[in-house]
């Protein structure tokens, strides 16, 4: 168990939808990031927060955003949802901002019909 | 453009052997190197992890050897054990860039009783 908790664990939508995804780092870390594995792209870094913040971004669609809230938890809300949407969404946890191991929750799994 | 790769989709290694698990990377920039294993229906799980200053780091059964000349590192397993069979990432990041992670592609191993 790495301590990320991330909600929900599936979630069938159709295409067109927003759905929000949700995480809750490990105790203290203060760093979420978050990741997407396709079948053919692998694990792709999406975005990072630091303590509130927005720290660093990837190949995060428009359609794509996040935020981390005072509590720490963040959640990444995708919308005007398409087929290629559909995908493994990972968040990570660190201590800080700097080489850090990152922890990873076990996903949320979206598929887009 | 693939910054980090891992030739080798697949490795089979025999218990009690020692398993070699290889991965290049372009960006000399690269100044932490992680490996994660991953099951699945689970997140990738943090292995071990190697500064650019070292070129070796040791945990247990495991140890991550970095050639930076060759831009080139390597996970030792030793020995190998049928629960490692598993997908293993190579991963790497530039503290300038924060902490945001570069995957490999994988490679499965698996360990034969």
């Known amino acids: 168990d790495s301590g990320v908790t991330q909600t929900p664990k599936h979630l069938i939508t159709a295409t067109g939808q927003r759905v929000t995804l949700r995480c809750s780092p490990r105790?203290?870390?203060?760093?979420v990031y978050w990741y997407q594995q396709s079948l053919d792209q692998g694990l792709q870094f999406l975005i990072q927060?630091?303590?509130?913040?927005?720290?660093a971004k990837g190949n995060i669609l428009e359609r794509f955003s996040a935020q981390q809230f005072p509590d720490l938890h963040s959640e990444l809300n995708l919308s005007s949802l398409e087929l290629g949407d559909s995908a493994l969404y990972f968040c990570?946890?660190?201590?800080?901002?700097?080489?850090?191991?990152?922890?990873f929750g076990d996903g949320t799994r979206l598929s887009i019909l | 453009d693939q910054q980090v790769k891992q030739n080798s989709p697949s490795l089979s290694v025999q218990e009690g052997r020692i398993s070699i698990l290889n991965c290049d990377y372009t960006?000399?920039?690269?100044?932490?190197f992680l490996w994660y294993k991953k099951y699945p229906a689970e997140g990738p799980t943090f292995l071990i992890s190697?500064?650019?200053?070292?070129d070796k780091n040791e945990d247990g059964r495991f140890t991550v050897f970095l050639n930076k000349s060759a831009k080139h590192l390597s996970l030792h397993i030793v020995p190998s054990q049928p629960g490692d069979s598993a997908v293993y990432f190579c991963?790497?990041?530039?503290?300038?860039?924060?902490?945001?992670?570069?995957f490999g592609a994988g490679t499965i191993l698996r360990v034969k009783s």
């Open positions: 105790s203290g870390d203060l760093s």
């Open positions: 960006n000399s920039m690269f100044d932490y």
């Open positions: 990570a946890s660190s201590r800080d901002n700097i080489n850090q191991p990152q922890h």
């Open positions: 190697i500064s650019s200053i070292k």
């Open positions: 991963a790497a990041s530039v503290k300038e860039y924060g902490n945001k992670l570069v």
């Open positions: 927060y630091y303590n509130g913040e927005e720290r």
